[in-house]
């Protein structure tokens, strides 16, 4: 008999019973959620469900007590070689931008690549200038956060996430500060991520970029997750009462 080769996982994320508590507040109940190369999955679920304490666990953020979660294979635990092997994986675009505000968001962009990544500064300038073309604001490169609308904040948050070249994309409700005119100058550029092949997991109430990119709705409530599933069936015929309910308010 020819000896078997194991495949390498096909899961670029996996949490697996994943338990987590503030205290005494069980803030994560048994969270399983498995997520494949190149798939995209929305999570959506009331406030204070859980959804921001899910992603942020996934780039420890924030530290899960019980069960496993893997990325690209590597389990995260407390070794640091660990949480750094995830984190250079892991990009996180935040609701907030998270963009120092003393540098300009050339600066914003070349800061991980030189310092993290031992790129030399042109190097990373090229870069940074290659990813503010692709989400259309390389004449913005000189100016600060400030001086830019919350949309190019957010598209510099984006590109400044892709100059790490992560193989896995997090976003926590990335136009949920955003003025309305500008949300859709955000989801467009996601969208070219997503068709592009990126990993991504995105917690957004933006119910049609879910349904034009998901490969898997997630629906949170009270630290669980509670349906789970393709989005045709998720928006066609939610079964949970409580899944019902939030669609019904937010469609
Ligand atoms: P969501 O993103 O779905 O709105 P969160 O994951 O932010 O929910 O929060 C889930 C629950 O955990 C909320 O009740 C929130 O108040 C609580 N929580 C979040 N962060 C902390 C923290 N650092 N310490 C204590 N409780 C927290
Ligand atoms: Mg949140």
New binding site residues.
Partial sequence: MSAQIQPRSTRAIELKGVNKW??T?H?LKNINLSVGLGEKVVIC??????????VRCINRLEEHQEGTIRVEGVELTNDPKSVAAIRSEVGMVFQQFNLFPHLTVLENLTLGPIKARGMTRSEAEARAMHYLERVHIPDQARKRPSQLSGGQQQRVAIARSLCMEPKVLLF?EPTSALDPEMISEVLDVMVTLAEEGMTMVV?THEMGFARKVADQMVF?DA?EIVEQGPPEEFFGAPRSPRCQKFLSQIL
């Fill in positions: 503030f205290g507040f803030v679920g009331p406030s204070g469900s859980g959804k921001s304490t899910v926590d917690v949170m630290g």
